[in-house]
Antibody, heavy 118, light 106 residues
Framework: EVQMLESGGGLVKPGGSLRLSCAAS????????MSWVRRAPGKGLEWVSA????????YYAESVKGRFTISRDNYQNTLYLQMTNLRADDSAIYYC???????????WGQGTLVTVSS | DIQMTQSPSTLSASVGDRVIITCRAS??????LAWYQQKPGKAPKKLIY???SIEVGVPPRFRGSGSGTEFTLTIDGLQPDDVATYFC?????????FGPGTKVEI
């Protein structure tokens, strides 16, 4: 059974940093493209960042480019999102998602809440 | 970037009704479209991929159609369990933008 468990969310002040983790199991992690997607209160889903499987290439939404860094540890089957210079509009539930065969998202974690507030 | 729109933003219907949600892309995306259901407090769940292919385990009352720039998600016989927000997503090109969502109420 595919499982993904996010952690690392919390309350942080504007300008602060957080690192999110997503522990994955039940599938071949090292060959799977993975993404982070967020949903802010009262808003829709927003794709944040993606990383390919082997020979990782990374992609970012314009809203987070230069502030967020996606990475993966294929030995620990874990996906990361390092977030720096956080802003109030980064407040959201952050989900890790596994890409399916067509680039859509087959499986999602349960999410971790990030709140940026002074 | 390809922009996605959805209509309506909210709809209220009765149990047993046919519900139709429309999603439009700012340029042709062929059939590279998925539909997701997100219930309150839960993670999104994929319902439809490649515009009209239903995911394993999804009830057959959910039906996707369309290609190019216009797509629909139809729920044939709305059930109380279908109360959720529904999102379309294009995966024709990065970033895989989502539509703004349609909240379905009973």
């Amino acid at each position: 059974e595919v499982q993904m468990l996010e952690s690392g969310g919390g309350l942080v002040k504007p300008g602060g940093s957080l690192r999110l983790s997503c522990a994955a199991s039940g599938f071949t992690f090292k060959t799977s493209a993975m993404s982070w997607v967020r949903r802010a209160p009262g808003k829709g889903l927003e794709w944040v960042s993606a990383v390919s499987g082997s020979s990782p290439r990374t992609y970012y939404a314009e809203s987070v480019k230069g502030r967020f860094t996606i990475s993966r540890d294929n030995y620990q089957n874990t996906l990361y999102l390092q977030m720096t210079n956080l802003r109030a509009d980064d407040s959201a539930i952050y989900y890790c998602a596994k890409e399916g065969n067509y680039g859509d998202f087959d499986n999602w974690g349960q999410g971790t809440l990030v709140t940026v507030s002074s | 970037d390809i922009q996605m729109t959805q209509s309506p933003s909210t709809l209220s219907a009765s149990v047993g009704d046919r519900v139709i949600i429309t999603c439009r892309a700012s340029q042709s995306i062929s059939n590279w479209l998925a539909w997701y259901q997100q219930k309150p407090g839960k993670a999104p769940k994929k319902l439809i991929y490649k515009a009209s292919s239903i995911e394993v385990g999804v009830p057959p009352r959910f039906r996707g159609s369309g290609s190019g720039t216009e797509f629909t998600l139809t729920i044939d016989g709305l059930q109380p369990d279908d109360v959720a927000t529904y999102f379309c997503q294009q995966f024709y090109s990065y970033p895989g933008n989502f539509g703004p969502g349609t909240k379905v109420e009973i």
